[in-house]
C-alpha cells in the first residue's frame, strides 16, 4: 500500500538531540534512510545550530526550517523576505521562490 504523502517532517524534539559530538545522530539517520528508501523528501525542523544543520546537509536531508535558517516572521514580512527586501542569515542568499527558503543548500 502506497501512502499518500511526499514528505516526512523530523520533529525538532529528534532534531535538537543532533550536537558537535555526533552521539545523538543516529535517530536522526535512521529516520532519513527510512524516507529515503520510501522515496519521501525530509525536511528537518527546529533547526537552531550550526551542529543541527550540518549533520543534517550530511545526512543528506534535504530540507529544514528553524531559526538558524530564518526567524518566525508575519505573512507581510514573510512577502518581503521572498520579494529579496530581507537576507537570510544563513545560507547568505536571497530568494526568488518561497519553496527555495527552506531548502538546506
Known sequence: MKLPIS???IDRSFV???DDSGENDQIVRAIITMAGSLGLKVV???VETEAQLRTLRE???EFGQGC???APMSFDDLCEFVKGEYSLAYPKQRFNDVSEVSVLQ
Do not use: P, V
Request: aromatic share 0%.
Open 68 to 70: 538558524l535558517l530564518a
Open 16 to 18: 535538537s538531540m543532533i
Open 7 to 9: 514528505t516526512l517532517k
Open 59 to 61: 545526512l543528506s536531508c
Open 44 to 46: 528537518g525542523e527546529g
